[in-house]
């Protein structure tokens, strides 16, 4: 999970750092914000017309297991119907998506660490999983 602006904070751009931007709307995967661009390079901000939105994706935050930095896996449940990758080191594939319901299975997953947003995040811990107990990916 992401540290997630609250709206109406003060956002600047890390492609553009002279963009300054308030929030409208953020969840853990997007934040939208409308910004205002320099006029003439100076210190001056306009509003720009019409209003621009920019689509951000955060990078998620990461823990450090075993000397290994890794994604953090998701640690609250999801809505009904939201899809999530998952770990499985008994299957040959490794990582699989899945549809969450308060399943007692779905809810064991998130307890134990195994659910992810990303395929490349489940990816990482299934390979790193593979490695501590001596395999190879």
Do not use: C
Not at 49 to 57: E, R
Not at 66 to 74: N, Q, S, T, Y
Not at 117 to 128: G, H, I, L, P, S
């Amino acid at each position: 999970m992401t540290d997630i602006p609250q709206p109406g904070s003060v956002w600047v751009d890390k492609d553009d750092p002279k963009i300054e931007a308030v929030v409208l709307w953020a969840d853990e995967k997007t934040v939208v914000y409308d910004y205002s661009v320099p006029a003439n390079d100076s210190d001056r901000h306009v509003r720009s017309t019409p209003m621009f939105v920019k689509y951000y994706t955060p990078k998620p935050r990461t823990i450090t297991v075993a000397g290994v930095e890794l994604p953090e896996p998701m640690r609250e449940a999801l809505k009904d119907g939201e899809r999530y990758w998952l770990t499985d080191i008994t299957e040959e594939r490794g990582v699989y998506k899945n549809t969450w319901t308060d399943h007692p299975i779905h809810l064991h997953n998130l307890k134990r660490g195994g659910v992810f947003r990303t395929k490349e995040d489940a990816q990482a811990w299934f390979e790193f999983e593979v490695r501590q107990r001596g395999g190879e990916v």
